[in-house]
């Protein structure tokens, strides 16, 4: 049986070593443990652990690369690295960057993946014995849905993007919990831990370039199992997102497989976990509708099923004796109301919430697709904020459609988020994926091209760095995570509930505890400085600390 190395390579970009950055995503877990299921020898290593030994390539029959868009630079160089150790060896691609049809046409691969591979996994596996015998059939069989083979001559034999697993089928695996103590102190990073796949929203954007919208309004009232379909064939959900296209509508894991997970990553020593899902408030949404969750609105949030999840995860030891911080990831504001915000403060009560609100246009937001109006998003902020959660407000530029009253609108709004609470402003630039409705857009110009652009950067650049000056003086617990590399004498910590890194000067003995700092200075708009008061605890970690 064919020994897979899969190599995590997600946002590592062109390949330098980043180092803030402390995600542990879903996507290669799950992958290792759908090949174990199939019977294969896997390891996973982060992209730093892979570059770093290059010579254990030897050891493995075949490489799969996970990867999104933007790394293309760092796959080019895995890559590089295991033609040049391992001269049998095959090369397999996935991830949202196999969706590129540039960075298939550019990198030196054997097989890729599109989209989710459940379903492609159990379909090629029970036809083929191993991933070197689809390499030898594709020639008879031609193109499998999910499926991508580059032949020997360059030509490319294209599947399209694989089915969506069902939920009984997302529900059969739980990703791999063992290799997340190969990434670099994956004790203080933010492990995500899939609770939604996919998601509810399938409304279209109003219009996409050349191809007027018919005004048939099927994807915003018509029956759930038509929304899949637009006579138009315009991609489903925000028109900047891929994951309608890629995912499906959105489907719930089992409140038992969850908690497995997390009670494992939990003993492990993992302090930091992120309930992973494109709308948290679609946890159990799902269960209500006999058809597929295609309206991003209603029904109402299932609070019953969130309550369930949120207990359940609360009752883990870790996670009660706050060891383990559990924290949500994004919501649109449609779905919030009195009733959930008052369960999410339950249990969440002083942690992080990300909310989705990209423009304070309603004009926009309409064009664009976004299933929520500037109000919602509001009221939104106010009762998270009011049930003691810390929100974080997404806005993007450049989305096409924009023009500057938009972006007026948006910048009359600031001043209301800081009086909500709002924490801080994630300020991004839109860029064209494929897949998606905006796909052949441009990819805009830089904020500070445009005066009322530069303006909202400016404006949102203060707002966040204000914010960091209230920090200062608070007592904070903090995860201490590895040295700084660009001042060694200090050490990168994390708050467990999320907020700025924060840099401490302390011996490297601290690494791998939780303490208690005090923010005393502001270094900038995404880093504060901290006085270590005492330690708290001190975590059983399965890495060696260098
Ligand atoms: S289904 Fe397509 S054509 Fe109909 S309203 Fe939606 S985007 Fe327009």
């Given at each position: 049986?064919?020994?897979?190395?899969?190599?995590?390579?997600?946002a590592?970009?062109?390949g330098?070593?980043?180092?803030?950055?402390?995600?542990?995503?879903?996507?290669?877990?799950?992958?290792a443990s759908?090949?174990k299921?199939?019977?294969?020898?896997?390891?996973?290593?982060?992209?730093?652990?892979f570059i770093?030994?290059?010579?254990?390539?030897?050891d493995f029959?075949?490489l799969?690369?996970?990867?999104?868009?933007?790394d293309?630079g760092?796959?080019?160089?895995?890559?590089?690295?295991?033609?040049?150790?391992n001269?049998?060896?095959?090369?397999?691609?996935?991830?949202?960057?196999?969706?590129?049809?540039?960075?298939?046409?550019e990198l030196?691969?054997?097989?890729?993946f599109?989209?989710?591979?459940?379903?492609?996994?159990?379909?090629?596996f029970?036809?083929?014995?191993?991933?070197?015998?689809?390499?030898?059939?594709?020639?008879?069989?031609?193109?499998?849905?999910?499926?991508?083979?580059?032949?020997?001559?360059?030509?490319?034999?294209?599947?399209?993007?694989?089915?969506?697993?069902?939920?009984?089928?997302?529900?059969?695996?739980?990703?791999?919990?063992?290799?997340?103590?190969?990434?670099?102190y994956?004790?203080a990073?933010r492990v995500?831990?899939?609770?939604?796949?996919g998601?509810?929203?399938?409304?279209?954007p109003?219009?996409v370039?050349?191809?007027a919208?018919?005004?048939?309004?099927?994807?915003?009232?018509?029956?759930?199992n038509?929304?899949?379909?637009?006579?138009?064939n315009t991609?489903?959900?925000?028109?900047?997102?891929?994951?309608?296209?890629?995912?499906?509508?959105?489907?719930?894991?089992?409140?038992d497989?969850v908690?497995?997970e997390?009670k494992?990553?939990?003993?492990?020593?993992?302090?930091?976990?992120?309930?992973?899902a494109?709308?948290?408030?679609?946890?159990?949404?799902?269960?209500?509708?006999k058809?597929?969750l295609?309206?991003?609105?209603?029904?109402?949030p299932?609070?019953?099923a969130?309550?369930?999840?949120?207990?359940?995860l609360?009752?883990?030891?870790?996670?009660?004796?706050?060891?383990?911080?559990?924290?949500?990831?994004?919501?649109?504001?449609?779905?919030?109301?009195e009733?959930?915000a008052?369960?999410?403060?339950?249990?969440l009560?002083g942690?992080v919430?990300?909310?989705?609100?990209?423009s304070?246009?309603?004009?926009?937001l309409k064009?664009?697709?976004?299933?929520?109006?500037?109000?919602?998003?509001?009221?939104?902020v106010e009762?998270?904020?009011?049930?003691?959660?810390?929100?974080?407000?997404?806005?993007?530029h450049?989305?096409?459609f924009?023009?500057?009253e938009?972006?007026k609108?948006?910048l009359g709004?600031?001043?209301?988020?800081?009086?909500?609470?709002?924490?801080?402003i994630v300020?991004?630039?839109?860029?064209?994926?494929?897949?998606t409705a905006f796909g052949?857009y441009?990819?805009p110009?830089p904020?500070?091209?445009?005066?009322?652009?530069a303006?909202?950067?400016?404006?949102?650049t203060e707002?966040n760095r204000?914010?960091?000056y209230?920090l200062?003086?608070r007592v904070?617990?903090?995860v201490?995570?590895?040295r700084?590399s660009?001042?060694?004498?200090?050490l990168v910590?994390?708050?467990?509930?999320?907020?700025p890194?924060?840099?401490?000067?302390?011996?490297?003995?601290f690494?791998g505890?939780?303490?208690?700092?005090?923010?005393?200075?502001v270094?900038?708009?995404?880093?504060?400085?901290?006085?270590?008061?005492?330690?708290?605890?001190?975590?059983?970690?399965y890495?060696h600390?260098?």
């Amino acid at each position: 049986m064919d020994r897979i190395v899969i190599v995590d390579a997600n946002a590592r970009g062109r390949g330098r070593r980043l180092s803030t950055l402390d995600v542990i995503g879903v996507g290669p877990r799950l992958v290792a443990s759908l090949l174990k299921s199939y019977g294969y020898h896997v390891d996973l290593l982060p992209y730093e652990l892979f570059i770093s030994n290059p010579s254990a390539a030897r050891d493995f029959d075949v490489l799969a690369v996970s990867y999104m868009v933007s790394d293309v630079g760092a796959v080019r160089r895995i890559i590089e690295i295991w033609r040049k150790v391992n001269r049998g060896g095959i090369v397999v691609l996935g991830g949202p960057g196999t969706l590129d049809a540039n960075s298939l046409m550019e990198l030196d691969f054997d097989i890729a993946f599109k989209g989710e591979v459940e379903v492609t996994f159990s379909n090629i596996f029970s036809r083929y014995g191993s991933l070197y015998d689809i390499l030898y059939s594709v020639r008879e069989v031609g193109a499998l849905p999910g499926l991508v083979i580059k032949l020997p001559s360059g030509e490319i034999v294209d599947g399209g993007i694989g089915p969506w697993a069902p939920r009984d089928v997302v529900n059969r695996i739980v990703p791999d919990v063992d290799s997340v103590t190969k990434y670099p102190y994956y004790w203080a990073s933010r492990v995500y831990v899939e609770v939604v796949r996919g998601c509810s929203n399938f409304y279209r954007p109003a219009s996409v370039g050349g191809d007027a919208c018919l005004n048939c309004d099927v994807c915003r009232s018509g029956p759930l199992n038509l929304r899949i379909r637009c006579p138009i064939n315009t991609p489903p959900g925000c028109g900047y997102c891929s994951v309608p296209v890629i995912h499906g509508p959105a489907r719930s894991r089992d409140i038992d497989g969850v908690t497995r997970e997390v009670k494992a990553l939990a003993k492990i020593g993992v302090t930091r976990i992120v309930l992973s899902a494109p709308d948290f408030l679609d946890y159990g949404r799902d269960l209500l509708v006999k058809d597929l969750l295609t309206d991003p609105c209603n029904p109402k949030p299932n609070v019953d099923a969130i309550d369930r999840l949120l207990a359940s995860l609360s009752s883990i030891t870790e996670v009660s004796e706050g060891i383990t911080t559990i924290s949500i990831e994004n919501i649109k504001p449609c779905l919030i109301n009195e009733e959930v915000a008052k369960i999410l403060g339950n249990y969440l009560r002083g942690t992080v919430v990300y909310i989705g609100v990209e423009s304070c246009s309603d004009r926009l937001l309409k064009y664009i697709g976004r299933p929520s109006t500037c109000s919602d998003s509001i009221r939104a902020v106010e009762l998270l904020s009011r049930y003691g959660l810390r929100p974080y407000v997404y806005l993007m530029h450049g989305v096409p459609f924009e023009c500057n009253e938009d972006i007026k609108i948006t910048l009359g709004c600031i001043d209301k988020f800081k009086s909500l609470g709002v924490e801080k402003i994630v300020l991004y630039r839109f860029t064209p994926l494929p897949c998606t409705a905006f796909g052949n857009y441009p990819r805009p110009e830089p904020a500070v091209m445009n005066p009322a652009k530069a303006k909202l950067y400016r404006l949102v650049t203060e707002f966040n760095r204000a914010q960091k000056y209230r920090l200062v003086n608070r007592v904070v617990d903090v995860v201490i995570a590895s040295r700084y590399s660009r001042n060694p004498r200090y050490l990168v910590s994390y708050p467990v509930r999320h907020g700025p890194v924060v840099l401490v000067r302390a011996s490297t003995r601290f690494i791998g505890t939780i303490a208690a700092v005090r923010i005393s200075e502001v270094g900038s708009d995404r880093l504060v400085y901290g006085e270590l008061i005492h330690v708290k605890k001190r975590l059983k970690l399965y890495q060696h600390i260098q």
